[in-house]
């Protein structure tokens, strides 16, 4: 293989790795407090579920989010959830 051939398929494959990741934080932005709840049944870990609520619009319910992620020992994004017996 030639370098320029060997240049080229390294720049089609960050390109389509930057275009996986674009398409990947365009998800997580939550819409509503139902997709929020959804995830920590999921078992999303605090840095996930941090995320979420990095992400998330409406005043009413990120009040609802804040309680739920206390509720489960999320007090920090490194924090170990505590409503899964130390599983993350």
Avoid: N
């Amino acid at each position: 293989m030639t370098a320029t051939k060997r240049a080229g398929l390294t720049i089609a494959a960050v390109a389509g790795a930057l275009g996986i990741l674009a398409g990947a934080c365009v998800g997580v932005g939550v819409k509503d407090y139902a997709e929020f709840r959804s995830a920590v049944k999921a078992g999303a870990s605090c840095s996930e579920l941090f995320d979420i609520k990095g992400g998330f619009e409406g005043e009413p319910d990120e009040k609802r989010i804040e309680r739920d992620l206390r509720g489960i020992g999320c007090v920090t994004a490194k924090s170990l959830r505590t409503d899964r017996g130390g599983q993350g």
